[in-house]
């Protein structure tokens, strides 16, 4: 086990210092959330970008991981009451279940409990540059502008890459920057972290966007409804309609069946277009990698994180 | 205009700023819903508690109370997604006029901006043991302790109390600790302020839950439903549920009518009793400020606060 993943294990409990002692009302909520829990990327990433030069890694960083994990948590609570999901990751949602009364507190209380873990620092003076709220700021934008275009099947593509941008990418980004902010890295080079943080984050989206169209891909995981169906505009499907005025003029006479969009997305090549959209955050992400100056464990976990995201 | 008249102008331009600097698709969801703002009644704690012994206030008052404010909106929202409530204070609501995913996401934002403005004082060296992400939390609670015991005809007065310290009288504990954390004020006085902010919240509320028995009251203001309409169980009612355990039996088999309620609470004097409860708060509160070392200034402005909760 090396120290990011004996990390992540300090990561994980301390989710789990939040969650068992929260009253009981709130645990039985939460806990049958962290059923569907995740794959931990986003502390993966802030574990990354703390890693000092002799290899050590500062508590702190446990804190800010463990914080931007319940605020995804939080997100994708409150994602499940306004999708009106039923199920997610093969999981029966909170919303579902409970409720949505239920779960839109639960969502907040999940939100209020990641800022206040985040205020929770040893090196608390050193971070007052870094806002958490901020960054939840920019996340409820992105998902308020995903819903706003929700059906607007005539979406830019650099509106859509600013909505990615806000619902997930802010993200990876607050990770990068917690994370190096807890390290001995110079200044100078901090920039770099958001650089990166922001084309994983970037990748991470496009890559689970291209799932809806993607035959090879499981079907087993795959929500109930995609994102077309559920009027969510994503980069392949606008390269569809782009190249086939027939295939927008048809969707917005909601006469567009989910098979001849399937069928339009593949010949107009949205999924590889798409792809390769990803391919140039991964060419950014590497450079800025390759040309930090930190020891080498440091950029392989780095470089490691990128390739997670790039399913490589 | 004394000194904390011409102070509440500055939070409501710093609520203003932190809305008008917001993109237009947030903005427009948010003026509506200022509309039906209240009367700054937490701001006022905030600046009560904020005086300094030569009068003067600090600027980060300003800022603890318009982050105070915002949270304030940001719970109002979320409450009018769980209430399916149309209208508040005669005002249609954000969640019937633009749908319940804009109202909880715009709820989100409001609840991030307003965190990210409590970062942004002057001092923050010296409230690094102020969270106001905490008593979000305890406000959550709350509203979660108030929707699990919807239709629980059978609460104990000690949880009535506790759901009302969390999901009201929490914040303008906030607003006083908050204040007082920006004055010249001695530590060993900060913890009566939480007293006064606490008996103040519960005052506010159990006047506030009166309101829906009280025969004097305006009816034009009145929600259309009535708590007792929504499952949520008041002093009063529980006072009645007591006094008449047919009432309690009835209300069980959903038998009871809106009227009949009102006749039970009139015969077990269940309105005099809560005004009573609120009261012996009163007597608490003034007790506190009574005893504090302060101007009297201070001391007068800590006073108009807790009448106009007592609606003096």
């Known amino acids: 086990m090396n120290i990011f993943e004996e990390y992540l294990e300090y990561v994980k ?3 789990g210092v939040t969650i068992s002692t929260s009253p009981l009302i709130v645990r039985k909520y939460i806990e049958h959330l962290l059923k569907s829990e995740g794959k931990y990327i986003r502390a993966a990433a802030v574990l990354a970008a703390a890693q000092n030069k002799d290899g ?3 508590h ?3 804190i800010f991981a463990a914080s931007i994990e319940l605020l995804h948590l939080a997100t994708l609570v409150h994602d499940d009451v306004m999708d009106d999901a039923d199920t997610r990751r093969g999981v029966t949602t909170l919303h579902k279940k409970y409720g949505r009364k239920t779960a839109v507190i639960c969502g907040d209380y999940l939100m209020a409990a990641s800022m206040s873990l985040a205020n929770k620092t040893e090196k608390k003076e050193t971070y007052l540059g870094y806002s958490l709220p901020t ?3 920019a996340i409820a934008l992105g998902e308020l502008n995903q819903h706003i275009n929700n059906g607007n099947y005539k979406l830019k593509v650099k509106d859509y890459l600013s909505i990615i941008d806000g619902k997930t990418a802010k993200l990876f980004e607050a990770a990068m920057y917690s994370g190096v902010a807890t390290s001995d890295d110079v200044r100078e080079q901090q920039e770099s972290y958001q650089t990166i943080g922001h084309a994983i984050g970037m990748i991470f989206q496009l890559l689970d966007d291209v799932m809806d169209f993607d035959d ?3 079907v087993a995981k795959k929500p109930v409804q995609s994102d077309f169906e559920q009027g969510v505009i994503t ?3 606008i390269h569809a309609f782009s190249t086939y ?3 927008l003029q048809k969707a917005e006479q909601h006469e567009l069946t989910r098979k001849e969009v399937n069928q339009y997305v593949r010949n107009s090549k949205g999924v590889a277009i798409t792809i390769a959209k990803a391919e140039t955050y991964y060419a950014t992400a590497k450079t800025a ?8 464990t440091k950029r392989e976990e780095l470089m490691r994180i990128l390739n997670l995201a790039m399913r490589k």
């Open 216 to 218: 090879n891909e499981s």
């Open 60 to 62: 702190d960083a446990v």
């Open 56 to 58: 050590s890694i500062h």
């Open 245 to 247: 005025p027939e295939a």
């Open 135 to 137: 960054y939840m700021e």
């Open 235 to 237: 980069l392949p499907l």
């Open 13 to 15: 409990r301390e989710v």
């Open 289 to 296: 990698i390759e040309n930090l100056d930190i020891i080498d």
